[in-house]
């Protein structure tokens, strides 16, 4: 039904036409040119997120020891605490939907670096106790 080992003899590589020539997916040279491409423009994609402001994001918020004092702010006696509570709640509640929890909680903790750049207890304590 599926061909086995010899793969589906149904389908027809496409014939693309690119600048007035015609590329077939058959031919060696043209997949190679393909591929290679392909994995160019995705080099350069990943080369402008790494060095663009959201790729700093990333990068602040790769594994670290200083995560959970980042998450609940740096300046502020009690911001490791509400870092790591904040830290460890969001693990256990994602934990329990997905096994790839480290993605969802990245993507929980873009919008917490993003919006509260002293971490959430040093923002929270900004505008509720202005000093000065």
Do not use: C
């Not at 080992?5 to 031919?27: C, K, M």
């Not at 919008?111 to 959430?120: A, S």
């Amino acid at each position: 039904m599926t061909g086995g080992s010899d793969g589906l003899p149904v389908f027809a590589l496409p014939v693309l036409n690119l600048a007035g020539r015609e590329f077939t997916f058959y031919a060696p040279n043209s997949m190679y040119y393909l591929v290679f491409v392909t994995v160019l423009a995705g080099l350069v994609l990943l080369w402008l997120v790494v060095h663009s402001p959201f790729g700093l994001i990333l990068r602040a918020l790769r594994e670290n020891k200083q995560r959970v004092a980042f998450i609940g702010g740096t300046g502020v006696f009690l911001g490791p605490l509400f870092g790591a509570a904040i830290f460890f709640g969001l693990e256990q509640l994602i934990i329990h939907f997905t096994e790839n929890w480290m993605f969802f909680l990245g993507i929980v903790l873009i919008p917490i670096v993003l919006f509260f750049p002293q971490g959430v207890f040093g923002t929270l304590r900004n505008r509720f106790f202005r000093q000065g």
